[in-house]
């Protein structure tokens, strides 16, 4: 009888051992230190975008024929609206040459080659070095916090070092008691 019991018990072990291994291989996409995984298949609300109100134009003859794929009045444009709420003209979104300036100004030290390269093989380094225990990965347990824990700014050691060096600061929310 006892040697049945140790029998099951070895085979439940092993079975255990196989679904351990099987789960702690079955990512292809490399470690993931936050999961944003939506728990149900519902919709997502930042996938919603209202349209704008439509209206009446002063002449219709004055609309464009109406192309697959193309623009709609009613069409969000959040860009413009952002720098139309902001102060500014939405009309040069408009211009050819679009962030000519931005970019110049951007890369006027100079630009790295394969740089995105560089930086995906570094952040797959770093992520493989930080992906948690077994049982977090088995479990999908989030690390992200944990692992970025060593970057973390400490926002009143700054206010104080920027208070000290005469640069204005606005007010900082009070430090928790711990």
Not at 118 to 138: H, P, S
């Amino acid at each position: 009888m006892v040697a049945g019991i140790a029998k099951v018990s070895r085979r439940l072990m092993v079975l255990f051992a196989a679904l351990v291994l099987v789960a702690a291989c079955s990512r292809d996409d490399g470690p993931r230190l936050l999961n944003l995984e939506a728990a149900n298949d519902g919709p997502d609300e930042f996938g919603i975008l209202p349209n704008k109100p439509l209206q009446t134009p002063e002449s219709l003859a004055g609309l464009p024929a109406p192309t697959p794929g193309g623009a709609n009045r009613a069409d969000p444009t959040p860009r413009a609206d952002m720098i139309a709420a902001l102060g500014g003209r939405p009309s040069v979104l408009n211009r050819s040459g679009g962030d000519g300036g931005l970019v110049s100004y951007a890369t006027r030290f100079g630009v790295a080659p394969g740089i995105r390269s560089q930086l995906a093989t570094e952040d797959l380094e770093f992520r493989k070095r930080n992906d948690g225990r077994l049982l977090e990965r088995i479990f999908n347990v989030n690390v992200y916090f944990k692992a970025y824990e060593p970057f973390e700014l400490d926002q009143h050691r700054e206010l104080e070092r920027f208070r000290a060096a005469g640069i204005r600061t606005p007010a900082a929310p009070p430090e928790v008691a711990q």
